[in-house]
């Protein structure tokens, strides 16, 4: 079935220091999204990229798709501690499946 | 506008007993997801329902659980005769419908601890 990689697993990473995650699958994606999941909370929607080399910027953080479509990145530029929490790529299967890639986790010590 | 509805929040049953986990989804929305995460783990597809339909349960346990979406009220999720590794925050998320890429939103998810 469709899967998607997310790497890295885990980032510490220092106050203002910058930070990416990364998905990849192994067959041409129609859209990725990203989800947020603080410490004990829920996964919060971020984005959605639907286009082939799109790129969106929210404030800090900016996200790619890949041109072909199977992969895609996460960017947080100068990282503050309120960025803390787990970072998911979400793709649609053929069916009617939303999966998960198994999220990057963000520490940020200040 | 109120969000996913999930309640409640958390649960502690013992083991053999049954949990019973309730979710209403985003005003205007008809599809219901249930996921399951275990503690430092990922977001585990179970079930995809529309209004009284089991649209997909394969990422549903062949035993003890099961899912409803009735025409009235909210979507049960139900595990019977729960076991320790049962132990897990269940999320329910909602769409508007089922078009390719349309995002689904979370509920704040249920916390089940099986004692």
């Known amino acids: 079935g469709q899967q998607v990689m997310q790497i890295p697993q885990y980032q510490h990473v220092q106050e203002g220091e910058d930070f990416t995650t990364y998905c990849n699958s192994s067959t041409t994606l129609s859209n990725i999204q990203w989800y947020k999941q603080r410490p004990g909370g829920h996964p919060v929607f971020l984005i959605q990229l639907v286009k082939s080399g799109e790129v969106k910027k929210q404030k800090r953080l900016t996200f790619q798709f890949g041109e072909a479509k199977k992969n895609s990145s996460l960017h947080i530029t100068a990282t503050q501690t309120t960025d803390v929490g787990t970072y998911f790529c979400?793709?649609?299967?053929?069916?009617?499946?939303?999966?998960f890639g198994a999220g990057t986790r963000l520490f940020v010590k200040a | 506008n109120a969000g996913v509805m999930q309640n409640p929040r958390h649960l502690v049953r013992r083991r053999g007993q049954e949990a019973r986990l309730r979710c209403s989804p985003m005003?205007?929305?008809?599809?219901v997801y249930w996921y399951r995460q275990l503690p430092e783990e990922g977001l585990k597809f179970m079930v995809y329902?529309?209004?009284?339909?089991?649209?997909?349960e394969s990422g549903m346990p062949k035993e003890r659980f099961s899912a409803e979406f009735p025409k009235e009220g909210p979507s049960i999720l139900r595990i019977q005769q729960v076991v320790r590794g049962d132990s897990a925050a269940y999320f329910c998320a909602s769409s508007i419908d089922r078009e390719a890429g349309n995002t689904i939103y979370f509920g704040e998810g249920s916390w089940l601890t099986v004692v």
């Open positions: 979400a793709v649609n299967t053929g069916g009617f499946k939303t999966i």
């Open positions: 329902l529309q209004k009284e339909n089991i649209i997909d």
């Open positions: 005003k205007g929305h008809s599809h």
